[in-house]
Nanobody, 125 residues
Framework: VQLQASGGGLVQAGGSLSLSCAAS????????WSWFRQAPGKEREFVAG????????TYADSAKGRFTVSRDGAKNMVYLQMSSLQTEDTATYYC???????????????????WGKGTLVTVSS
């Protein structure tokens, strides 16, 4: 499975941005999908995830109420819609896929099998 994240850019605080992750390869529906981010000088952290089939989503506390993760199995796409962005959201965002049972969201990077190249999100004050 190959993943390609896109949609990053520069946005003012309070603004919105939508990230996309295109997946190529087979068995899209066999994977749980998650977004992680890594800010300069900081460790990578979980942002949001969605289970196989999309029945369950989980968010980091920092993302709750502001970010929405979704998937489109027909298009092999995963999305992260971000609103009310803050300067603390500035980071490189990565999409990742991991083998999981239905209904399970993977919130640890150790559980992911595939990673895409990141897309940089910069939030200015």
């Amino acid at each position: 499975v190959q993943l390609q994240a896109s949609g990053g850019g520069l946005v003012q605080a309070g603004g919105s941005l939508s990230l996309s992750c295109a997946a190529s390869g087979r068995a899209f529906d066999n994977y749980a999908w998650s977004w992680f981010r890594q800010a300069p000088g900081k460790e990578r952290e979980f942002v949001a995830g969605i289970s196989r089939g999309g029945s369950k989503t989980t968010y980091a506390d920092s993302a709750k109420g502001r970010f929405t993760v979704s998937r489109d199995g027909a298009k092999n796409m995963v999305y992260l819609q971000m609103s009310s962005l803050q300067t603390e959201d500035t980071a490189t965002y990565y999409c990742a896929a991991g083998v999981a049972r239905p209904g399970v969201v993977l919130a640890s990077g150790n559980g992911m099998n595939y990673w895409g190249k990141g897309t940089l999100v910069t939030v200015s004050s």
